[in-house]
């Protein structure tokens, strides 16, 4: 099973909104990535936030990460029609495996 | 410095034929992982390989198997294909440190008739 769950599912908002994805996961982590997926394409890498931070920002991103939890959330300020796309959390769990485990998505979309 | 590159982009194969993907990683990566997005299952997993060695393999059938070359690029293999192997493949490199980023491939969409 995924590591990862995400919520909501589908996201839609009108630009210049702010958007706000949810990750929950199971187990231990070295760190926690977001990317980012249009249409079916490759996935760009977001932002990395390790297991000892709480908080970091990129741009108009902004990620937060609680580990008591098991929970991270990403914070997208300002959204334009371009940030239409699949948001994933995927996390780098703490054992020797050396893969990641992706959560199930939200699809957003960003109304012009 | 150039992305990570896979060939082809898009493959079209009936059942029972084998397919080789193949993914070249950012020049100075040695890690090489492999991933299967489908509609059903999500993103999943495949193998991961290191210094032409695989280190981890997901819960994918022997059908599925990769190899790594000296200068890192890697390929990846299906045989007998099946309706269900219809998925997007992804490759992702990253330098040797674990726990760091992986950057994905564009990806190999993969259509089974």
């Known amino acids: 099973s995924q590591q990862g769950e995400e919520d909501p599912q589908a996201l839609s908002i009108q630009e210049g909104e702010n958007a706000t994805m949810n990750c929950s996961y199971k187990?231990?982590?070295?760190?926690l990535q977001w990317y980012r997926q249009n249409s079916g394409r490759g996935l760009v890498h977001l932002i990395l936030?390790?297991?000892?931070?709480r908080e970091k920002h990129s741009g108009r991103l902004r990620v937060t990460l609680d580990t008591s939890k098991k929970s991270s959330s990403l914070l997208i300020t300002a959204s334009r029609a371009a940030d239409t796309a699949s948001y994933f959390c995927?996390?780098?769990?703490?054992?020797?495996?050396?893969?990641?485990?992706f959560g199930s998505g939200t699809r957003l979309l960003v109304r012009p | 410095k150039a992305g990570v590159t896979q060939t082809p982009r898009y493959l079209i194969k009936t059942r029972g034929q084998q397919v080789t993907l193949s993914c070249s990683p950012i020049?100075?990566?040695?890690?090489v992982s492999w991933y299967q997005q489908t509609p059903g299952q999500g993103l999943q997993f495949l193998f991961e390989?290191?210094?032409?060695?695989?280190?981890n393999k997901g819960n994918f059938p022997g059908r599925f198997s990769g190899r790594q070359f000296s200068n890192s690029r890697s390929e990846m293999n299906v045989s007998t294909l099946e309706l269900g192997d219809s998925a997007l493949y992804l490759c992702?490199?990253?330098?040797?440190?674990?726990?760091?980023?992986?950057?994905f491939g564009p990806g190999t969409r993969l259509l089974v008739l």
């Open positions: 992702a490199s990253r330098l040797v440190v674990e726990k760091e980023t992986q950057y």
């Open positions: 187990t231990s982590i070295n760190n």
């Open positions: 936030i390790r297991s000892n931070e």
């Open positions: 995927a996390t780098d769990v703490m054992d020797s495996s050396y893969k990641l485990i």
């Open positions: 020049s100075g990566h040695r890690s």
């Open positions: 390989y290191f210094s032409e060695t695989q280190r």
